[in-house]
């Protein structure tokens, strides 16, 4: 079982940037693959980034790439999500996902486990 805890968000103006980690406990880090998804309200779960289970392969969603970045530190059982250039259309809460089998890192329904979320706020 996979304890994950996001942090790192905040009250950011647009143009802006933020920093989220995502700290993993009670698994080995290095057998699960992490994806980090967002939900604004009254809208379903989106996928925002994703990276294999050593970090050599990343994936994003088109309406962040060149702007997020995603990396793990397997040392530290720790992912990230760097975000520049922030939009008030990036305001969601931002949640943590793990899976430890294969598959399509953009479907949601595939990760086994989730951590609590952490809001992100993008202002105008």
């Known amino acids: 079982q996979v304890q994950l805890v996001e942090s790192g968000g905040g009250l950011v103006q647009a143009g802006g940037s933020l920093s989220l980690s995502c700290a993993a406990s009670?698994?080995?880090?290095?057998?699960?693959?992490m994806g980090w998804f967002r939900q604004a309200p009254g809208k379903e779960r989106e996928f925002v980034a994703a990276?294999?289970?050593?970090?050599?392969?990343?994936f994003y969603a088109d309406s962040v790439k060149g702007r997020f970045a995603m990396s793990r530190d397997n040392a530290k059982n720790t992912v990230y999500l760097q975000m520049n250039s922030l939009k008030p259309e990036d305001t969601a809460v931002y949640y943590c996902?793990?899976?430890?089998?294969?598959?399509?890192?953009?479907?949601?329904?595939?990760?086994?486990?989730w951590g609590q979320g952490t809001q992100v706020t993008v202002s105008s």
């Open positions: 996902a793990a899976r430890d089998h294969r598959g399509n890192p953009y479907d949601v329904s595939i990760y086994d486990y």
């Open positions: 009670g698994g080995t880090f290095s057998s699960v693959a």
């Open positions: 990276a294999n289970f050593i970090g050599s392969l990343t």
